[in-house]
């Protein structure tokens, strides 16, 4: 998979473009900037528009060929990120952020709830995990995401990966996507915005 990304992401169009995530961009620009954890994050999109927001930013995802596709961003942009390239399984950190951002970052179905859950451990008392993806029903769609129904979201079941936070937005919706090549058309997707409460 780490080589089909790098393949993916080593042309010189962004594949999924260079504007931020709607949702996302609805809750950055109406929170005050802080601390963001971006976990598979890509290409930089998402990171770089927090990043000139005012927002420190934290990027991980395991191509190389995104890491420096997100840099050239940065730099265009004037802003400064910090990103990894690393696994996300095995990655870790001692710190902890206001946000954790999710978006289209697939697991197979073994590996996502645990990955969910550490995501939890992440956040700050009161801090928010954001997260968009496709859910099951995207296979009817030709407008991107996995071929593998395993790999793709149900609201029950993140629910239940994010147990113990308070839930302000769990939906599935039918939505237009218009982000790059890989992203265009009609889709079925997930929207979860919940929150940390000590």
Known sequence: MKEMWDERYSVDDYVYGIEPNAFFQQFIDTNTPG?????????????????????????????????KKAFKLAA????????????????????TFDVVGLFYAHFPESL????????????????????EAFSKQQLQYDSGGPRKEEMLYSCDALAVDFEGLF????????????????????????????QKIS
């Open 35 to 67: 601390s963001l954890l971006l976990a598979g994050e890509g290409e930089g999109r998402n990171a770089v528009y927090a990043a000139q927001k005012g927002w420190q930013v934290y990027a991980v995802d395991y191509s190389l060929e995104a890491q």
């Open 76 to 95: 265009a942009k004037e802003v400064t990120i910090r990103y990894d390239v690393a696994d996300l399984s095995a990655w870790n950190t001692h710190e």
């Open 112 to 131: 996502r709830s645990v990955l969910h859950h550490r995501m939890k451990h992440f956040l700050k008392n009161e801090g928010h995990v954001l997260l």
């Open 167 to 194: 839930l302000h937005q769990l939906q599935q919706l039918e939505v237009e996507l218009d982000a790059g090549l890989f992203h265009k058309g009609k889709a079925s997707i997930i929207q979860m915005h919940a």
